[in-house]
C-alpha cells in the first residue's frame, strides 16, 4: 500500500472510531446538558474518543510493525500490540463506565481496579518488550563489533560453468 494511502486509511479510522466514540460518549453516558458540563470534561470527552481511535488504527494496521520488531516471536509481538491498544484505548470505557456508576459506591471502585490492574498488565507486557528488544540489540551490536575486529575473509576466484573467466 502507498505511503499516502496509508496515511489516509490510518486517519479516516482514527476520526471515524473517535467521532463515534464521541457521539456515543455524548449520548449515553452524560446526563447533563451540555451547556453544564465543564469545558474541562468537554476536552477529556473529545481526547479519550482521540485516543480510541488511535487504538482503533493501531489494531487494524499494527501487526505488520510489531511483527517487524519482534520477528522472532508471535506471542510476543501480539502481547506488545495488545498491550499498546489497551493503553490507547482505555481511557475512553474508564470515563464511560465511571460516570455510568457514579463517583461513589462500589460499582465505581470495581471499574477503578479492572482498569488499574488491566492498565498495569499492559504497561509490563510493554516494558518486557522493550527489555527483549533491548537485549537482542545488545546482543546484535556486540556480535557486529566482534565482527568488526575479525579479519577480512580473501576473495576467491569464481569457478563452474555459469561464472565466465575474462583473461586479458
Known amino acids: ?26 449520548m449515553l453516558f452524560v446526563f447533563e446538558p451540555a451547556a453544564d458540563r465543564p469545558w474541562p470534561l468537554m476536552v477529556l470527552t473529545a481526547w479519550d474518543a482521540l485516543m480510541l481511535g488511535a ?30 491498544v489497551v493503553l490507547l484505548g482505555s481511557p475512553w470505557p474508564y470515563t464511560a463506565l465511571r460516570t455510568l456508576a457514579g463517583a461513589q459506591g462500589t460499582a465505581a ?3 477503578d481496579l479492572v482498569f488499574h490492574v488491566l492498565l498495569g498488565a499492559a504497561a509490563l507486557v510493554l516494558a518486557g518488550g522493550l527489555l527483549r528488544l533491548a537485549r537482542d540489540r545488545r546482543i546484535f551490536e ?21 561464472h565466465r573467466r575474462t583473461t586479458g
Do not use: C, I, N
Request: proline residues 6%.
Open 1 to 26: 500500500m502507498p505511503r499516502l494511502l496509508r496515511v489516509g486509511a490510518v486517519t479516516a479510522v482514527v476520526a471515524v472510531v473517535a467521532l463515534l466514540s464521541y457521539l456515543l460518549t455524548s
Open 55 to 84: 487504538a482503533a488504527a493501531v489494531a487494524v494496521f499494527g501487526w505488520r510493525y510489531a511483527r517487524g520488531v519482534f520477528p522472532e516471536s508471535r506471542g510476543v509481538a501480539a502481547a506488545v500490540l495488545a498491550s499498546l
Open 109 to 111: 471502585l470495581w471499574v
Open 142 to 162: 556486540s556480535g557486529r563489533s566482534h565482527a568488526r575486529r575479525a579479519p577480512a575473509p580473501r576473495a576467491r576466484p569464481m569457478t563452474g560453468k555459469h
